[in-house]
């Protein structure tokens, strides 16, 4: 072959091996273009409402959303269910990483699991939406905290939330839970008195005195011009061993040493304080802002017996909406319990008052000696440990006695759903944590020696509280369990300034049941 020959065909090779890329690469980028093209308006529909409803099968979901501020507003803005449960589309990894991630798994469940065993109202708590809505989506639309025509309760509740934001990571959604989703048992603002007296009762009906007790047995206590009434049940006195051994499953060490007490008798409530007598008290003494001590929560100050002034408005359903009646009173502070056992000792003219820890464990206890009054191992119905991913803790047993996080749809139940235990006192484990009147020392069972008598802890900062609540692990219900209260924290997202002394906003699985001492 020439050399010209050679030239010609090499040229000609170049040219074909050129066109040959330049084709491949076109049609790469055309297919590339279409998929991405596909990949984002599948982006686009699967942003939809619609699509989010075809796997979120919620009955009142798309119902509340419509009848929610997000939708139903003045304004005429509708907000999209991506705009409150994902980050915000300017921060493209987090939003598109948390759309893939949650996707999958919301997809995976509607695929795998029966919509008819999922428990709707639990999974629209407070615990559970705070994980669902990213606060950077709030603020991405709320960008400005103090529009025109705000309320003072609004500025007040806006400029604490600006200040601590961060140090206490507070989210828009703790207050405003209700926003994309309407819930008529939700309430963020003062609750009226008037929704809570029922003005059309007959006044025939009242009680006109307290029940006079004149001998050491179980009675019905009457609470003067009104119509409520609650069981005492008679607790003989005697000597315990107090505090749990070395080897119980999840013991701490605050629980021990055991140590003998001895108790004189008194009279315990059979149930926690119930809704019907705390709105009792409530009516009777509520107060518009009187102010005690400073110092009411530092030196263990006491409320003034002869001008009993009761609690300011709570900010929306103290109830959570779960219902009043006979079910357990909660949210209340500690001073709070302490002023209503003030009241009814002024309106019966009995003494009532709140229990020493030892009087709540020996009366929780009913004369037995093992983790729990009823029989059962709390390993077997704990949720603790690495292989309880992969079997169900057991129920049997514990569920006849106790309301805890296996069988409490994460609220307060009323008191006929379990047994009493010995002494015939119901919920002495589970349902709400309940007050003592000692104040909290990790070291209190070390100090009180091997022999004690009726004995009070009146040094610390917090007080006692025993018995667990309906999302405590059965662990945390044993007889022994030890508890206190975190004030501070508990009212982290309260709005006031200064803050209520009256109601916590942060823990709701708080209640607290009376003694009545026995009459020498």
Known sequence: MSKKNRYESYGYSRKSSFKSKFSYFLIGSIIGIGFAACLYQTSVYFSTDESCMM???????????????????????????????????????????????????????????DSADFDWDKLSEIEQAVTYIPNESCKECHHNLFPENINDDAITAHLYYEENEKKMNLQCISCHLDAGHYNPNYKHAKLAISSLINNKTDTSLFFKTATSVTEFKNFTEQIPQSVVSFEMIAIPGGTFQMGSPDKEFSRKPEEGPVHKVTLSPFFMSETEVTWDMYWEFYSKTMSEGRTPPANVFANNSRPDVDAISGPTPPFGFPDQGWGGGKRPAITMTHYAAETFCQWLSKVTGKKYRLPTEAEWEYAARGGTETPYFFEGNPKSFSNIGFWRKFTKASTDGISSYVIY?????????????????????????????????????PDAYTKAGNNSTNPLVTEGEEYVIRGGNYASDATEVRCATRGYTK??????????????????????????RIVCELEK
């Not at 796997?55 to 409150?84: A, I, M, R």
């Open 487 to 512: 004030h501070d924290e508990w009212l982290k997202t309260d709005p006031q300034q200064p803050k209520s002394i009256w109601w916590y906003s942060d823990i709701r699985g708080i209640g607290f």
């Open 405 to 441: 996080a296996n069988n409490s749809k994460n609220r307060t139940q009323e008191p006929d759903a379990v047994k009493a235990n010995p002494f015939g006192l119901k919920n002495m484990l589970g349902n709400v944590w309940e007050y003592c009147a000692d104040k909290y020392d």
């Open 55 to 113: 796997c979120h099968v919620h009955p009142h979901v798309e119902g509340s959303w419509k009848l929610s501020k997000h939708y139903n507003n003045s304004s005429g803005t509708k907000v999209h269910c991506v705009d409150c449960h994902l980050p915000p589309k300017n921060n493209t990894w987090d939003h598109y990483t948390a759309k893939a991630k949650l996707g999958m798994r919301d997809l995976w469940a509607y695929m795998t699991k």
